[in-house]
């Protein structure tokens, strides 16, 4: 069985800076409405996958009955055995670590799983998604450089909790793709470092993709491979704006867009609610602010092209 997963665990109070917003309920909508366009998404394009979403509060009738009628799996699993308090940027987020605990005890090893946070969007099939992880655990690198302030505090927080230096990859919390096999490793080595580093006081940054991170570079025995060429991570802040053509050109199968939580995202969702479909892949991408997919030339451009071709020709 293929699976694709959501997880949302509800905080006492929002910490994160993707989403202007800090009431509570309001938030968990949100994140509720992002996750129908996740995983009704997945399932549009791929049928025959198992399509869960993970949760540790009642997300009421109105969503109950929107996940139903997609053909979507709810499961309530309490959220705790992983935290590390709230003095660790984002601890609610360590609820993937409960979610894979429970994933490997009722899936089988040849089983294959991905799990992706709420704000994103499948565009296409996943076949190939699917075939890689047969044999291999499939991470997002993020391709920070090692003089990258959140990479470099990967590595000092490995070298705080082991004592020696390591080159880790900064691999993103967004995606987790692994058979059962592979999960069930890559979560035991996730927990052994969050119990090494639960004595280790003044880490930096500290957060899931840390733990990640380490426990791949730690412990892993099998076969990594980059999700990149399957999942983008979109940048469409106003202070930090970073997007890819590669929804058409060399195209990705699945849209992560953090800072659309609110916005795209909530867009995407009411058209499928009202027709009961998803629109055109060039829609999804405009309301995200994606930039257009052709290349910027001017028609002074292409006439100074034109003449400088023409004087060569005359020279030679």
Same mark, same amino acid.
């Given at each position: 069985?293929?699976?694709?997963?959501?997880?949302?665990?509800?905080?006492?109070?929002?910490?994160?800076?993707?989403?202007?917003?800090?009431?509570?309920?309001?938030?968990?909508?949100?994140?509720?409405?992002?996750?129908?366009?996740?995983?009704?998404?997945?399932?549009?394009?791929?049928?025959?996958?198992?399509?869960?979403?993970?949760?540790?509060?009642?997300?009421?009738?109105?969503?109950?009955?929107?996940?139903?009628?997609?053909?979507?799996?709810?499961?309530?699993?309490?959220?705790?055995?992983?935290?590390?308090?709230?003095?660790? +940027?984002?601890?609610?987020?360590?609820?993937?670590?409960?979610?894979?605990?429970?994933?490997?005890?009722?899936?089988?090893?040849?089983?294959?799983?991905?799990?992706?946070?709420?704000?994103?969007?499948?565009?296409?099939?996943?076949?190939?998604?699917? +075939?890689?992880?047969?044999?291999?655990?499939?991470?997002?690198?993020?391709?920070?450089?090692?003089?990258?302030?959140?990479?470099?505090?990967?590595?000092?927080?490995?070298?705080?909790?082991?004592?020696?230096?390591?080159?880790?990859?900064?691999?993103?919390?967004?995606?987790?793709?692994?058979?059962?096999?592979?999960?069930?490793?890559?979560?035991?080595?996730?927990?052994?470092?969050?119990?090494?580093?639960?004595?280790?006081?003044?880490?930096?940054?500290?957060?899931?993709?840390?733990?990640?991170?380490?426990?791949? +570079?730690?412990?892993?025995?099998?076969?990594?491979?980059?999700?990149?060429?399957?999942?983008?991570?979109?940048?469409?802040?106003?202070?930090?704006?970073?997007?890819?053509?590669?929804?058409?050109?060399?195209?990705?199968?699945?849209?992560?867009?953090?800072?659309?939580?609110?916005?795209?995202?909530?867009?995407?969702?009411?058209?499928?609610?009202?027709?009961?479909?998803?629109?055109?892949?060039?829609?999804?991408?405009?309301?995200?602010?994606?930039?257009?997919?052709?290349?910027?030339?001017?028609?002074?451009?292409?006439?100074?092209?034109?003449?400088?071709?023409?004087?060569?020709?005359?020279?030679?």
């Amino acid at each position: 069985m293929d699976y694709f997963i959501n997880m949302l665990a509800r905080p006492e109070q929002i910490t994160t800076g993707q989403m202007d917003e800090k009431n509570v309920d309001k938030a968990m909508s949100i994140y509720l409405k992002n996750s129908v366009v996740s995983l009704c998404s997945a399932k549009n394009h791929n049928g025959d996958i198992e399509c869960l979403l993970y949760v540790n509060f009642d997300i009421g009738d109105y969503f109950t009955e929107i996940f139903k009628k997609n053909d979507i799996k709810i499961r309530r699993l309490a959220f705790g055995k992983h935290s590390m308090g709230t003095n660790y +940027n984002w601890d609610i987020v360590n609820y993937r670590y409960d979610v894979m605990r429970d994933l490997i005890a009722n899936i089988s090893v040849d089983d294959r799983a991905i799990i992706i946070d709420t704000d994103t969007i499948c565009v296409a099939s996943l076949t190939s998604v699917y +075939n890689e992880i047969d044999s291999n655990l499939l991470l997002f690198d993020v391709q920070h450089s090692i003089d990258h302030i959140d990479r470099k505090a990967i590595l000092d927080n490995y070298q705080r909790i082991y004592r020696r230096p390591a080159n880790v990859t900064h691999y993103g919390g967004e995606f987790i793709g692994a058979n059962g096999l592979l999960l069930k490793e890559l979560y035991q080595s996730c927990n052994q470092v969050i119990n090494d580093a639960n004595n280790i006081p003044d880490l930096l940054r500290w957060n899931d993709e840390h733990i990640t991170s380490i426990a791949v +570079n730690k412990e892993m025995s099998g076969s990594v491979h980059n999700a990149n060429q399957y999942i983008y991570r979109y940048w469409t802040g106003r202070g930090f704006y970073l997007a890819s053509t590669n929804y058409i050109f060399n195209p990705v199968s699945i849209w992560h867009v953090p800072n659309e939580k609110k916005y795209g995202f909530i867009k995407i969702f009411d058209y499928f609610m009202e027709h009961n479909r998803f629109p055109e892949l060039i829609y999804i991408a405009k309301q995200f602010g994606f930039p257009k997919a052709k290349r910027p030339f001017s028609f002074r451009f292409y006439l100074g092209r034109t003449l400088n071709r023409i004087k060569q020709q005359i020279e030679h």
